[in-house]
């Protein structure tokens, strides 16, 4: 079996809607997907009907959070798509990310870089899709601000860049209890090994189950996430993080093998 636990539709920053997605991960051999789009959970029933049967479409949502002024994220799995939790977490952060997208709009204006904000983010399924920085890096390369997609993180909006503006978010805690509450296991997206020392204990405290360990990173950083999932006993998952993008290869050409989450599976799979 290959799965992968990590990938965005046009329900967030991702660039194809959730049957186009599934069709992909079919036509790319994989045998079970979870759709994880920021913040809200509109894209796993249509995912899910598209997939007919033929693939196992895992229901999922990634929650931003903030520590100590970084930003962080925390996947959700086997969450029911229509928790109340989800639901209010999904329209208390559509308003700040609004608020956000907003105030960068204004800070790019008086550095010259003039981008009405109705040109930003029509890929988006709907008008309740929370905005994303990709949305604003893809009409910044339309209107020409830009060269490309990293071009515009580089120069203009990444968390260096003087335009930058956190997201408003809950914090780590606050966002595990949401998943809790929709009955998912909450595990720690891409959780950078400088963060994982101070930030774990009370993560684990709040109820997080995993850690995502396997990525298209490198296979030290892997093996060093994977050892602290371990050593916590927290289980480990794996996915792409697929938006669609040029730069991220077909869906199916990372995957991950039914025993290295198999833990993980039985729990949630019931
Ligand atoms: P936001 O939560 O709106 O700040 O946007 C975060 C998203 O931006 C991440 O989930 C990534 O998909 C994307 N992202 C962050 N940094 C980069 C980068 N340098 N190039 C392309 N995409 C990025
Ligand atoms: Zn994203
Ligand atoms: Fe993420
Ligand atoms: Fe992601």
């Given at each position: 079996m290959r799965l992968d636990l990590h990938m965005h539709t046009t329900f967030s920053d991702g660039v194809y809607p959730p049957e186009e997605v599934v069709a992909r991960a079919i036509a790319g051999g994989l045998d079970a997907i979870a759709i994880t789009d920021h913040d809200n959970t509109q894209g796993v029933v249509p995912a899910q009907r598209a997939a007919r049967g033929r693939i196992r479409v895992i229901p999922g949502v990634e929650l931003s959070a903030r520590w100590r002024g970084q930003s962080i994220h925390v996947l959700g799995y086997f969450v029911d798509p229509a928790a109340d939790s989800l639901v209010a977490h999904h329209h208390d952060l559509h308003a700040r990310r609004d608020e956000r997208m907003r105030k960068i709009v204004e800070r790019l204006a008086e550095q010259g870089v003039r981008l009405p904000l109705g040109r930003v983010g029509d890929q988006r399924a709907s008008g309740m899709v929370p905005y994303t920085r990709p949305h604003l890096a893809r009409a910044l390369v339309r209107e020409g601000y830009a060269t490309d997609v990293s071009d515009a993180f580089d120069r203009h909006i990444g968390a260096h860049c003087p335009a930058y503006v956190l997201v408003e978010s809950p914090g780590p805690e606050e966002v595990i209890g949401t998943i809790r509450e929709a009955g998912g296991?909450?595990?720690?997206?891409?959780?950078?090994?400088?963060?994982?020392?101070?930030?774990?204990?009370?993560?684990?405290?709040?109820?997080?189950?995993?850690?995502?360990?396997?990525?298209?990173?490198?296979?030290?950083?892997?093996?060093?996430?994977?050892?602290?999932?371990?050593?916590?006993?927290?289980?480990?998952?794996?996915?792409?993080?697929?938006?669609?993008?040029?730069?991220?290869?077909?869906?199916?050409?990372?995957?991950?093998?039914?025993?290295?989450?198999?833990?993980?599976?039985?729990?949630?799979?019931?």
């Open positions: 296991i909450a595990v720690w997206a891409h959780p950078p090994l400088r963060l994982i020392d101070k930030l774990l204990p009370c993560m684990v405290d709040a109820g997080l189950g995993g850690l995502e360990a396997y990525r298209p990173w490198g296979r030290g950083v892997r093996e060093a996430v994977a050892a602290h999932a371990r050593r916590a006993g927290l289980f480990v998952t794996g996915g792409s993080d697929w938006h669609g993008r040029d730069t991220d290869g077909d869906l199916g050409s990372f995957f991950v093998r039914e025993e290295q989450v198999a833990g993980f599976l039985e729990v949630g799979g019931k």
